[in-house]
């Protein structure tokens, strides 16, 4: 079955600062891969998404990521933070191709932006 | 227009009670989920379904039990609650394999 490891579990930053968050997953086939945003009491949004292609893909707010095949590695990047994105990034993956339902996420990484 | 809905948005309740969660979807999907978020923020899955059949049920206490009248609805039933129960439920939708867009979760809090 296929696993996903975010290893930064708490990540504060200061307003303006550069982010990169890392996810890794475990599997050798196709994947598709996710990243997810949870702000406070709120439920789960998309950030971004890759299923082929251009390997760097730009999602909402700024944020991005490069899926590194190599690596088995989906992280997430964003040049300058804000108090706003505040909130706790969530890694996923499933598996391409039909019939491949299953979204498998990370334990996520709370960001905390200082102001 | 709210895409995936859920009802209660928050439901305390005694240990040993039965209780049900909704979940509605208007977005067309042919697909629904139920994740459970525990304490830890960790988001597993435990059920979906297909236009109404079920493909995903992982390993989950027979104490629950989803249930689908049609494609745009999967309720999530709960018998014998126990404190470990505990926990957000989110419902969530997609269309096939395709991105899943989840709804606004249910905290359960067992006494």
């Known amino acids: 079955a296929q696993s996903v490891s975010q290893h930064n579990h708490h990540v504060i930053l200061s307003e303006a600062a550069s982010l990169e968050l890392g996810c890794n997953y475990s599997?050798?086939?196709?994947?598709?891969l996710f990243w997810y945003v949870q702000y406070p009491g709120q439920h789960l949004q998309l950030l971004l998404k890759y299923f082929s292609g251009d390997p760097l893909v730009k999602g909402i707010k700024g944020f991005e990521a490069e899926f590194i095949k190599s690596k088995f590695s989906f992280n997430l990047r964003k040049p300058s933070v804000q108090w706003s994105d505040t909130a706790e990034y969530f890694c996923a993956v499933t598996l391409s191709g039909a019939g491949s339902y299953q979204l498998t996420f990370g334990k996520g990484t709370k960001l905390s932006v200082i102001p | 227009d709210t895409a995936v809905s859920q009802t209660p948005k928050y439901l305390v309740t005694q240990m040993g009670n039965d209780k049900s969660i909704k979940c509605e979807q208007n977005?067309?999907?042919?697909?629904m989920y139920w994740y459970k978020q525990d304490s830890k923020k960790f988001l597993k899955i435990m059920f979906s379904y297909n236009n109404k059949e079920l493909i995903i049920n992982e390993t989950v206490p027979n104490r629950f039990s989803p249930k689908s009248p049609d494609k745009a609805h999967l309720n999530l039933h709960i018998n014998s609650l126990e404190l470990g129960d505990s926990a957000v439920y989110f419902c969530a939708s997609s269309q096939a394999y395709d991105t899943q867009y989840f709804g606004p979760g249910t905290r359960l809090t067992v006494l």
């Open positions: 977005l067309g999907h042919d697909t």
């Open positions: 599997y050798g086939g196709t994947v598709n």
